[in-house]
DNA sequence: ACCGCAATAT
DNA sequence: CATATTGCGG
């Protein structure tokens, strides 16, 4: 609405000219920040209270692009007025307030950015992308076809921006990405199956379900070429940067050790070029953020087998698939079928199973309370914190929404899986439920390797999946291979009265556990009991013969 | 052939 | 020192 892919299409100097409203009723801070604004070739109108602003909107609804709204600390009216009268204009509020409540009203209420002052150049620069990303989701339900012209015409941009000029700062990708993470984290562009007809030109193979953006990112890296880019194999070589040679054009060759199973054609996304810059791999921060997700690149540099670098994702989706399978079923093989990740050998998996048992096994059944992980003292098997918290909680399906998470279940020893009697005990021929992308842990224990015990959280309110297993591999790699947002934020789940807004706060405050709501749809027992009934899970709970796990 | 454990290497 | 890899017995 306020910029479409038309509005897009020829702005070739996007996101020059980005027409911002500013309002703030702080005139020194307006200056300010108009100011910086403007270093950026930004357009900015100031506006010192709400009404002007609204009327100024509502006049001239396609002036703006984007809206900086701050949050007064003395009164938050103001800016809730705001957002909820202009619902089309990405809004992102800024605050010297650190109320958490309030961040998440601003949020619930439609803002999509909430900025703590001040606010630097660098987060100021990249406004952008959220009118990006509002001309990429117009209208949440926009015809599909639509999004192709659209993806085209940004594509068609950026591949301008980077030929114009040769140092490409106008593509902070990044940098902002690292620091500024959130930016673009609320959308997860879930393309349906089937639908992926978006193939970027650059790349060879295309998973499906790719995420549009991971699609743009690796189109920006194939022209960035030797930009200092993040990694983007979420298995990485560990020597990977002591390839002193430069000129490895042809290096990488993924030795498919012992991969029978994997469908998925072999290596697809070999083609990551190392930058001949010898990057400073040596950024140890996010590896697992780009477009080439899927794959851990084993390199082979000079022939000689290298260490697997268990990403958190990677992680992640090993304890997703080693809780699909139940216990029994988790062997390497099968664990690495499921996971579904190229380049992964048998051996990698089983040496990392290896450890993640150990690792519950010295974790006492009844609590998976994530203490342990910081402790390192996987000696004391009898050591029973007291009723902490658990760091990951597990909104678990049987559980209600309102249930204490704390005491699991499944006393199965060792599974720290709260849930386990259900995937794993499902008939073979039912695909395993979607499991989440999102887990809540993650976001507290920040670091891979530092989860162990944690569970994969059961699965997601609506999974309107066929029950063709033979789909799984499809969905379980769109599903699995983002990042952590499972949230779509809808505009449409955004229309809460202010009572329910606040409950909703409320309860993900006193509840940390419990995944936010600010999706604003916790999981509804209902959903989650009609979809184990699909699947026909009802039988044997347990039955303790996790003979492979003990001893 | 493969799993799991223990030793070894990085 | 933690963790991945290798080796070996079942």
């Known amino acids: 609405m306020v910029c479409t892919a038309s509005d897009l299409h020829g702005w070739k100097d996007f996101p020059k000219g980005l027409r911002v409203l500013l309002l703030d009723g702080d005139s020194n801070s307006a200056a300010e920040i108009k100011t910086k604004l403007e270093e950026m070739e930004y357009v900015v109108v100031t506006y010192c209270n709400e009404n002007d602003a609204l009327l100024a909107i509502s006049s001239e609804p396609e002036t703006f692009h984007v809206a900086i709204v ?238 697997v670098d268990w990403t958190a994702e990677l992680h992640r989706k090993f304890v997703q698939a080693v809780e699909q399978l139940g216990v029994n079923q988790a062997i390497p093989s099968r664990i690495l079928e499921l996971m579904k990740v190229e380049g992964l050998t048998r051996h990698n998996v089983a040496s990392h199973l290896q450890k993640y048992r150990m690792h519950k096994r010295h974790v006492l059944p009844k609590e998976e309370d994530g203490s342990w992980s910081s402790s390192k003292d996987p000696m004391r098997k009898n050591y029973y914190p007291h009723l902490q918290r658990p760091v990951m909680a597990y909104p678990s399906p049987y559980h209600s929404n309102h249930v204490m998470p704390v005491a699991p279940i499944g006393s199965w020893g060792h599974m720290a899986c709260p849930s386990p009697g259900v995937q794993m005990w499902a008939p073979p021929s039912y695909p395993p439920w979607r499991p989440p992308e999102t887990w809540p842990w993650k976001s507290y224990l920040g670091v891979h390797g530092e989860a162990w015990g944690c569970p994969v959280t059961p699965p997601p309110p609506h999974s309107p999946f066929s029950s063709n297993p033979h789909h799984i591999s499809r969905f379980e790699y769109v599903d699995v291979h983002d990042k952590s947002y499972g949230i779509a934020p809808s505009p449409v789940d955004l229309q809460l009265a202010d009572e329910e807004i606040d409950k909703a706060v409320k309860e993900a405050i006193s509840k940390p556990w419990l995944p936010l709501p600010l999706g604003l749809k916790p999981p509804s027992t209902e959903s989650v009991l009609s979809e184990l009934s699909r699947q026909q899970i009802s039988t044997t709970p347990f039955h303790i013969n996790g003979s492979k796990l003990l001893h």
């Open 70 to 307: 701050e949050v007064m600390a003395s009164d938050h009216d103001g800016a809730f007025k705001f957002l909820e009268a202009v619902k089309d204009l990405p809004t992102i509020l800024i605050s010297n307030i650190h109320c958490l409540s309030t961040m998440m009203k601003c949020i619930a209420l439609g803002a999509i950015e909430f900025l703590q002052k001040p606010v630097s150049k660098d987060k100021l620069r990249n406004i952008w992308q959220h009118v990006v990303h509002k001309a990429f989701n117009a209208g949440g339900s926009a015809v599909p076809s639509s999004l192709k012209p659209i993806k085209e015409s940004v594509a068609s941009i950026l591949h301008l921006e980077l030929e114009n000029n040769e140092n490409k700062n106008q593509v902070p990708h990044e940098l902002e990405i690292s620091s500024g993470d959130n930016v673009d984290d609320h959308e997860l562009l879930l393309l349906p199956e089937g639908s992926d007809k978006y193939p970027a030109p650059s790349t060879p193979q295309q998973k499906h379900g790719m995420r549009l953006v991971d699609q743009m990112n690796c189109l920006l890296e194939k022209e960035c070429g030797e930009q200092d880019r993040e990694e983007s194999k979420s298995v990485e070589t560990t020597c990977t940067a002591q390839v002193e040679n430069s000129q490895l054009s042809d290096k990488e060759v993924i030795k498919e050790e012992e991969n029978s199973t994997d469908g998925c054609g072999a290596a697809s996304n070999v083609d990551h070029e190392l930058h001949d810059r010898d990057n400073i791999s040596s950024s140890e921060k996010n590896k697992s953020k780009a477009c080439g997700l899927g794959n851990p690149c084993r390199m082979k540099v000079s022939g000689k087998k290298l260490k």
